[in-house]
């Protein structure tokens, strides 16, 4: 894992959300460029600044490193509220699901 995924993956989340570079370094209280400047390779952010990212993408960090599979955000807000259920709504959940999943 190297800069250029930190990259990648910052614009490919921010994409996925619809927000502009712009709209989201202002919203995280920089500059209008400083988003594009992660983006582009002038910079990194602080772990601080990261970690401020992830929370205004709705993100863990470890779901922004996450290579092996990558979560959609409608994806990530049913993992959010699967975390909240009870074991007997989990297992009506799963049996739905596979209810779901049979050919």
Do not use: W
Request: charged content about 30%; hydrophobic content about 35%; glycine content about 4%.
């Amino acid at each position: 894992m190297d800069e250029m995924y930190i990259r990648n993956r910052l614009s490919q989340l921010r994409e996925e959300k619809k927000i502009s570079e712009r709209k989201m370094s202002l919203d995280l209280g920089h500059s209008t460029s400083y988003i594009r400047s992660i983006t582009s390779g002038r910079s990194l952010p602080s772990m601080g600044e990261f970690l401020y990212i992830c929370e205004y993408l709705g993100i863990t960090p470890m779901e922004f490193f996450n290579e092996e599979k990558d979560t959609t955000l409608l994806q990530q807000k049913v993992i959010d509220s699967i975390y909240a259920m009870s074991d007997d709504d989990l297992a009506l959940l799963i049996g739905f699901i596979e209810r779901l999943n049979c050919p």
